[in-house]
């Protein structure tokens, strides 16, 4: 079973903002480097908050009405989800980042984990 950016795309009802295949090369500049799996990528703007809340809410609207037919996809391939959740704190500031129950439960329908890369920077 495989990944198919096509079927991802239809399910979720938009298209994915990067797409990788399994063993395509990565950057013509380094010959070397290859993907080791295949992926879709579904980026948001950058989104000025202190709630996590506030991004994920801009996820919902093509995740929620499809995420039944995903997670059957999901399991009938066999695939590996991730979402990348990446915060950047500035001096003196605490924003908070709390999951809310709806993607949790968003993540365990279709079998996904969450990685926060976190960024502190100096102002």
């Known amino acids: 079973k495989y990944l198919d950016h096509n079927a991802i795309s239809r399910i979720l009802k938009t298209e994915p903002t990067g797409i ?3 063993g395509e090369q990565i950057r013509k500049d380094k010959p070397d480097f290859f993907y080791k799996d ?7 703007a950058t989104i000025e ?7 994920l ?3 919902y609207r093509f995740l929620l ?3 039944d037919e995903l997670s059957e996809y999901v399991k ?3 695939l590996y989800v991730k979402f990348y959740l990446k915060l950047e704190y ?3 500031s605490f924003p908070a ?3 809310d129950k709806k993607f949790i439960d968003i993540c365990h329908k279709i079998g996904a984990e969450v990685d926060q890369d976190v960024y502190i920077y100096k102002d």
């Open 97 to 99: 980042v709390t999951l």
């Open 57 to 59: 809410k801009s996820i």
């Open 38 to 44: 295949s992926f879709c990528e579904y980026r948001t």
């Open 20 to 22: 990788g295949v399994k």
């Open 49 to 55: 908050t202190f709630y996590a809340d506030d991004v």
């Open 65 to 67: 009405p499809a995420v």
């Open 76 to 78: 009938e391939r066999k």
């Open 90 to 92: 500035y001096d003196n």
